[in-house]
């Protein structure tokens, strides 16, 4: 049990351009869920945490009309990348808690290389 | 000064030696110990889980936690080929999984059989 997903697992795309990936809980419903980014041999860092109907919560240094997030669902979180460039490119993962657990279940990852 | 310190490594080690890993941390106010596994372009998978100080075991892998010196490591014992991966520390404040979690930058772990 307990699985997340996210989709695309490898995107590449053209600066200036959007991209969107989705986090999906598969057989929970997620309360909370978590952006992620990790840089090449560099730790995760939280971008964001989002609550089901309710607005993320950045963390210091991410901006937020840049790295756009949406909860709709307790089972969808999707984060778009607006207006990408390469500095951009990383390994971005998503994780999902319910209120009752201790532990957040982390999605697969997505690659974004932005050219 | 970063809130968590681990050494990056790489750390490479023959099959069935014991593998010892560390973090440091800063914060006191972290009170919630995890390692985590990460394979190679994959989402970390929870190892351990601890609260308290002492150590806790579970099969290979046992968690040890020294909040007075703000330590905590992961041993591996009689380590095989597929442990080879990165261990991410990882702490929190609070006990929800609803809260922010601070991770360590990885040590990267190769076993060589």
């Known amino acids: 049990g307990a699985v997340v997903s996210q989709h695309p697992s490898w995107v590449i795309c053209k600066s200036g351009t959007s991209v969107k990936i989705e986090c999906r809980s598969l057989d929970f419903q997620a309360t909370t869920m978590f952006w992620y980014r990790q840089f090449p041999k560099q730790s995760l860092m939280l971008m964001a945490t989002?609550?089901?109907?309710?607005?993320?919560?950045?963390e210091q240094g991410v901006e937020k009309d840049k790295f756009l997030i949406n909860h709709a669902s307790l089972t969808l979180s999707t984060l778009t990348v607006t207006s990408a460039h390469p500095e951009d490119s990383s390994f971005y993962i998503c994780s999902a808690a319910t209120g009752t657990s201790y532990e957040q279940y982390f999605g697969p990852g997505t690659r974004l290389t932005v050219t | 000064q970063k809130e968590v310190e681990q050494d990056p490594g790489p750390l490479s080690v023959p099959e069935g030696a014991i593998v010892s890993l560390n973090c440091t941390y800063s914060n006191s106010a972290f009170q919630y110990f995890m390692w985590y596994r990460q394979y190679s372009r994959k989402g970390p998978e929870l190892l351990m889980y601890t609260y308290s100080s002492g150590n806790k075991e579970d099969g290979r892998f046992t968690a040890q936690v020294d909040k007075s010196s703000k330590y905590i490591s992961l041993f591996i014992r009689d380590s095989q080929p597929s442990d080879s991966a990165t261990y991410l520390c990882?702490?929190?404040?609070?006990?929800?999984?609803?809260?922010?979690?601070?991770f360590g930058t990885g040590t990267k772990l190769q076993v060589i059989p």
């Open positions: 990882a702490m929190r404040r609070d006990s929800g999984g609803y809260q922010k979690v601070t």
């Open positions: 989002s609550n089901e109907g309710s607005k993320a919560t950045y």
